[in-house]
């Protein structure tokens, strides 16, 4: 079981990026999937998640309307839009995937089992 994050990269302020993740050694399908940042000194936060049970989506509200997730379970790969990038969005971005049986933004990181090594995305002009 492994995912492989990638997309990464040094952006302007306003600038886009699109991260991916594909999975390896297992499907996707079945599993809720998830975007987590954590910057330096801070705590892991959550970013964006679906849901696997009926496929509906979370934003945290610091990105909300900017970040887009999405998944294709054909090419067992998800994705991170991240449009209108500011410093603040400066973190490792981690993928991760765990079989929940909720809403997939009732669980914590901790919750989740099988992450990607992280990527990182710098937002500097």
């Known amino acids: 079981v492994q995912l492989q994050a990638s997309g990464g990269g040094l952006v302007q302020p306003g600038g886009s990026l699109r991260l991916s993740c594909a999975a390896s050694?297992?499907?996707?399908?079945?599993?809720?999937i998830g975007w987590f940042r954590q910057a330096p000194g801070k705590e892991r936060e959550r970013v964006s998640c679906?849901?696997?049970?009926?496929?509906?989506?979370y934003y945290a509200d610091s990105v909300k309307g900017r970040f887009t997730i999405s998944r294709d379970n054909t090419k067992n790969t998800f994705y991170l839009q991240l449009n209108s990038l500011k410093p603040e969005d400066t973190a490792v971005y981690y993928c991760?995937?765990?079989?929940?049986?909720?809403?997939?933004?009732?669980?914590?990181?901790?919750?989740?089992?099988?992450w990607g090594q992280g990527t990182q995305v710098t937002v500097s002009s």
């Open positions: 050694g297992f499907s996707l399908g079945g599993y809720a």
């Open positions: 991760a995937a765990e079989r929940l049986a909720l809403t997939c933004h009732l669980y914590s990181y901790h919750e989740y089992h099988n």
């Open positions: 679906i849901s696997s049970h009926d496929g509906s989506t």
